[in-house]
Protein backbone atom coordinates (compact mmCIF):
# COMPACT_ATOMS: atom_id res chain seq x y z
CA UNK A 1 0.00 0.00 0.00
CA UNK A 2 1.13 3.45 -0.74
CA UNK A 3 0.32 6.76 0.52
CA UNK A 4 1.80 9.57 -1.61
CA UNK A 5 2.19 13.02 0.16
CA UNK A 6 4.05 15.74 -0.80
CA UNK A 7 7.38 16.43 1.79
CA UNK A 8 6.28 18.97 4.35
CA UNK A 9 8.10 20.16 6.86
CA UNK A 10 4.96 20.49 9.48
CA UNK A 11 3.83 17.28 8.65
CA UNK A 12 6.93 14.94 8.23
CA UNK A 13 9.32 16.90 10.63
CA UNK A 14 10.12 14.03 13.19
CA UNK A 15 10.48 11.13 10.31
CA UNK A 16 13.54 9.55 9.92
CA UNK A 17 14.42 6.84 7.09
CA UNK A 18 15.89 3.69 7.52
CA UNK A 19 19.04 2.53 5.90
CA UNK A 20 18.27 -0.38 5.33
CA UNK A 21 16.51 -1.32 2.03
CA UNK A 22 13.62 -3.97 1.38
CA UNK A 23 13.40 -5.25 -1.65
CA UNK A 24 11.86 -9.34 -1.27
CA UNK A 25 8.78 -8.62 -3.75
CA UNK A 26 10.08 -6.08 -6.23
CA UNK A 27 9.41 -8.38 -8.88
CA UNK A 28 11.28 -5.93 -11.62
CA UNK A 29 12.95 -2.32 -12.11
CA UNK A 30 12.67 0.31 -14.55
CA UNK A 31 16.47 0.94 -16.25
CA UNK A 32 17.75 4.03 -17.20
CA UNK A 33 19.40 3.89 -20.38
CA UNK A 34 23.05 4.43 -19.22
CA UNK A 35 22.39 1.05 -16.97
CA UNK A 36 21.40 -1.39 -19.66
CA UNK A 37 24.96 -2.89 -20.56
CA UNK A 38 26.14 -3.39 -16.99
CA UNK A 39 22.29 -4.96 -16.19
CA UNK A 40 22.55 -7.02 -18.71
CA UNK A 41 24.97 -9.09 -17.28
CA UNK A 42 22.33 -10.17 -14.30
CA UNK A 43 19.03 -9.68 -15.78
CA UNK A 44 16.63 -10.18 -18.62
CA UNK A 45 16.03 -7.21 -20.02
CA UNK A 46 12.12 -6.54 -21.56
CA UNK A 47 9.97 -3.88 -22.02
CA UNK A 48 6.60 -4.35 -20.35
CA UNK A 49 3.44 -1.86 -21.26
CA UNK A 50 2.43 0.95 -18.22
CA UNK A 51 -1.02 0.39 -17.10
CA UNK A 52 -1.81 3.78 -16.90
CA UNK A 53 -0.20 5.53 -20.07
CA UNK A 54 0.20 2.46 -22.68
CA UNK A 55 4.17 3.43 -23.43
CA UNK A 56 6.99 0.53 -22.88
CA UNK A 57 9.01 0.68 -19.96
CA UNK A 58 12.73 -0.73 -20.02
CA UNK A 59 13.00 -2.76 -17.23
CA UNK A 60 14.87 -5.60 -15.28
CA UNK A 61 12.91 -8.31 -14.52
CA UNK A 62 13.82 -9.93 -11.09
CA UNK A 63 11.42 -12.90 -10.97
CA UNK A 64 9.32 -15.40 -13.01
CA UNK A 65 5.66 -16.50 -12.01
CA UNK A 66 6.72 -15.85 -8.68
CA UNK A 67 5.52 -12.71 -6.33
CA UNK A 68 8.98 -12.04 -5.01
CA UNK A 69 12.56 -11.11 -5.87
CA UNK A 70 14.95 -13.87 -6.87
CA UNK A 71 18.03 -11.88 -6.34
CA UNK A 72 16.95 -10.89 -2.71
CA UNK A 73 18.62 -14.04 -0.06
CA UNK A 74 19.10 -14.53 3.26
CA UNK A 75 17.67 -10.69 3.50
CA UNK A 76 20.40 -9.13 1.23
CA UNK A 77 20.69 -8.32 -2.63
CA UNK A 78 22.59 -11.55 -4.22
CA UNK A 79 23.39 -9.72 -7.79
CA UNK A 80 26.24 -8.01 -9.17
CA UNK A 81 24.55 -4.90 -9.98
CA UNK A 82 21.81 -2.88 -8.13
CA UNK A 83 19.73 -1.00 -10.90
CA UNK A 84 19.36 2.82 -9.56
CA UNK A 85 15.20 2.92 -9.53
CA UNK A 86 15.34 0.26 -6.58
CA UNK A 87 17.07 3.08 -4.44
CA UNK A 88 15.34 5.75 -4.75
CA UNK A 89 11.56 4.88 -2.23
CA UNK A 90 10.34 6.15 -0.67
CA UNK A 91 10.70 9.60 -2.44
CA UNK A 92 9.36 10.88 -5.80
CA UNK A 93 10.07 14.29 -7.68
CA UNK A 94 7.36 16.51 -7.37
CA UNK A 95 8.34 19.45 -9.17
CA UNK A 96 5.42 21.44 -7.88
CA UNK A 97 6.39 21.38 -4.42
CA UNK A 98 8.01 23.60 -2.14
CA UNK A 99 11.03 20.95 -1.40
CA UNK A 100 10.50 19.37 -4.94
CA UNK A 101 9.86 15.95 -3.45
CA UNK A 102 6.74 13.70 -2.32
CA UNK A 103 7.15 10.88 -0.12
CA UNK A 104 5.66 7.57 0.56
CA UNK A 105 4.11 7.71 3.88
CA UNK A 106 3.33 4.01 4.69
CA UNK A 107 6.98 2.94 2.61
CA UNK A 108 8.51 0.67 5.90
CA UNK A 109 12.27 2.51 5.66
CA UNK A 110 10.45 5.83 7.36
CA UNK A 111 9.67 5.45 10.86
CA UNK A 112 11.20 6.90 14.23
CA UNK A 113 14.76 5.76 13.89
CA UNK A 114 17.26 6.24 11.13
CA UNK A 115 18.82 9.87 9.40
CA UNK A 116 16.30 12.62 10.05
CA UNK A 117 14.76 14.67 7.01
CA UNK A 118 14.70 17.80 8.97
CA UNK A 119 17.12 19.66 11.53
CA UNK A 120 15.65 20.83 14.59
CA UNK A 121 14.92 24.12 13.23
CA UNK A 122 12.65 22.98 10.19
CA UNK A 123 15.39 23.38 7.19
CA UNK A 124 15.78 19.96 5.27
CA UNK A 125 19.08 17.83 5.90
CA UNK A 126 21.46 17.01 3.73
CA UNK A 127 20.15 13.69 3.02
CA UNK A 128 17.42 15.22 1.53
CA UNK A 129 18.87 17.60 -1.31
CA UNK A 130 21.41 14.54 -2.11
CA UNK A 131 17.91 12.50 -2.57
CA UNK A 132 16.75 15.26 -4.94
CA UNK A 133 19.70 15.54 -6.98
CA UNK A 134 20.07 11.25 -7.18
CA UNK A 135 16.18 11.03 -8.27
CA UNK A 136 16.99 13.56 -10.91
CA UNK A 137 20.07 11.85 -12.08
CA UNK A 138 18.05 9.10 -12.57
CA UNK A 139 15.07 10.03 -13.65
CA UNK A 140 16.49 11.62 -16.39
CA UNK A 141 18.22 8.36 -17.22
CA UNK A 142 15.19 6.39 -17.47
CA UNK A 143 13.47 9.38 -19.60
CA UNK A 144 16.59 8.59 -21.98
CA UNK A 145 15.72 4.82 -21.81
CA UNK A 146 12.04 5.97 -22.86
CA UNK A 147 13.01 8.22 -25.60
CA UNK A 148 14.86 5.24 -26.98
CA UNK A 149 12.33 2.73 -26.17
CA UNK A 150 9.46 5.02 -27.99
CA UNK A 151 11.91 5.57 -31.16
CA UNK A 152 12.27 1.49 -31.50
CA UNK A 153 7.89 1.56 -31.45
CA UNK A 154 7.95 4.12 -33.86
CA UNK A 155 9.92 1.50 -36.20
CA UNK A 156 7.82 -1.00 -34.87
CA UNK A 157 10.46 -3.04 -33.70
CA UNK A 158 8.15 -4.00 -30.28
CA UNK A 159 7.37 -7.95 -30.20
CA UNK A 160 5.91 -9.77 -27.61
CA UNK A 161 7.66 -11.99 -25.61
CA UNK A 162 6.74 -15.53 -24.09
CA UNK A 163 8.16 -17.74 -21.73
CA UNK A 164 6.79 -21.23 -20.71
CA UNK A 165 7.44 -23.20 -17.80
CA UNK A 166 7.74 -26.63 -18.01
CA UNK A 167 7.00 -28.41 -14.24
CA UNK A 168 8.27 -31.05 -13.22
CA UNK A 169 5.48 -33.16 -13.86
CA UNK A 170 5.21 -31.59 -17.36
CA UNK A 171 2.61 -29.46 -17.18
CA UNK A 172 3.48 -26.18 -18.72
CA UNK A 173 2.66 -22.60 -17.34
CA UNK A 174 2.80 -19.65 -19.93
CA UNK A 175 4.03 -16.31 -18.59
CA UNK A 176 2.79 -13.65 -21.01
CA UNK A 177 2.58 -9.49 -20.98
CA UNK A 178 6.49 -8.91 -21.70
CA UNK A 179 7.99 -7.64 -25.21
CA UNK A 180 11.27 -7.27 -26.51
CA UNK A 181 12.90 -6.43 -30.60
CA UNK A 182 11.99 -8.66 -33.24
CA UNK A 183 14.56 -9.60 -34.79
CA UNK A 184 13.80 -9.67 -38.04
CA UNK A 185 12.59 -6.72 -37.80
CA UNK A 186 15.73 -5.26 -36.74
CA UNK A 187 17.80 -6.55 -40.03
CA UNK A 188 14.86 -5.25 -42.34
CA UNK A 189 16.20 -1.76 -40.98
CA UNK A 190 17.28 0.43 -43.96
CA UNK A 191 20.56 1.70 -43.82
CA UNK A 192 19.86 4.80 -43.25
CA UNK A 193 17.92 3.79 -40.39
CA UNK A 194 20.86 1.70 -39.13
CA UNK A 195 22.72 4.15 -39.49
CA UNK A 196 20.47 6.93 -37.26
CA UNK A 197 20.37 3.98 -34.65
CA UNK A 198 23.38 3.53 -34.29
CA UNK A 199 24.88 7.03 -33.08
CA UNK A 200 22.35 7.32 -30.65
CA UNK A 201 23.38 4.30 -29.21
CA UNK A 202 20.49 2.44 -29.82
CA UNK A 203 21.62 -1.00 -31.95
CA UNK A 204 24.29 -1.76 -29.52
CA UNK A 205 21.42 -1.26 -26.89
CA UNK A 206 18.97 -3.60 -28.86
CA UNK A 207 21.47 -6.11 -29.14
CA UNK A 208 22.43 -6.23 -25.32
CA UNK A 209 18.29 -6.06 -25.02
CA UNK A 210 18.30 -9.65 -27.50
CA UNK A 211 21.38 -11.10 -25.81
CA UNK A 212 19.84 -10.55 -21.99
CA UNK A 213 16.80 -12.45 -22.85
CA UNK A 214 19.58 -15.75 -22.15
CA UNK A 215 19.39 -14.49 -18.57
CA UNK A 216 15.92 -15.98 -18.52
CA UNK A 217 17.63 -19.29 -17.50
CA UNK A 218 19.45 -17.81 -14.48
CA UNK A 219 16.01 -17.18 -12.65
CA UNK A 220 14.62 -20.28 -13.31
CA UNK A 221 17.80 -21.47 -11.63
CA UNK A 222 17.41 -18.83 -9.10
CA UNK A 223 13.91 -20.32 -8.50
CA UNK A 224 14.95 -23.62 -8.26
CA UNK A 225 17.25 -23.21 -5.92
CA UNK A 226 14.88 -21.49 -3.25
CA UNK A 227 11.53 -23.09 -4.17
CA UNK A 228 10.25 -26.80 -3.97
CA UNK A 229 7.68 -26.53 -6.65
CA UNK A 230 10.78 -27.08 -9.51
CA UNK A 231 10.90 -25.87 -12.85
CA UNK A 232 12.08 -28.59 -15.51
CA UNK A 233 12.44 -26.25 -18.10
CA UNK A 234 11.94 -22.84 -19.99
CA UNK A 235 11.38 -21.53 -23.61
CA UNK A 236 11.66 -18.42 -24.23
CA UNK A 237 10.44 -16.74 -27.87
CA UNK A 238 9.98 -13.40 -29.67
CA UNK A 239 7.41 -12.97 -31.83
CA UNK A 240 8.31 -11.88 -35.59
CA UNK A 241 5.44 -10.80 -35.76
CA UNK A 242 2.96 -8.58 -33.95
Not at 2 to 8: H, N, P, S
Not at 45 to 68: H, M, V, W, Y
Request: glycine share 6%; with cysteine; net charge negative.
Amino acid sequence: MTRIAVLDRARHGALRLKPTRELSRQRYALLGLSELATACSDFPICLAKDAQTGRFNLIALFSLEEPRNLFWLGDQWQATYLPQATTTAPFLLDAGAELGLAIDEDHPQLGREGVPLFEADGRPTQLLTDVRAHLQRVMGDVEAAQAMVDRFVELSLVRPLTMVLRRSNNTEHEIAGLYSLGARALAELSDDRVVNLYRCGYIAAASLMRASLNQMERLRQLHNASSNAQFAGLRVQVAESD
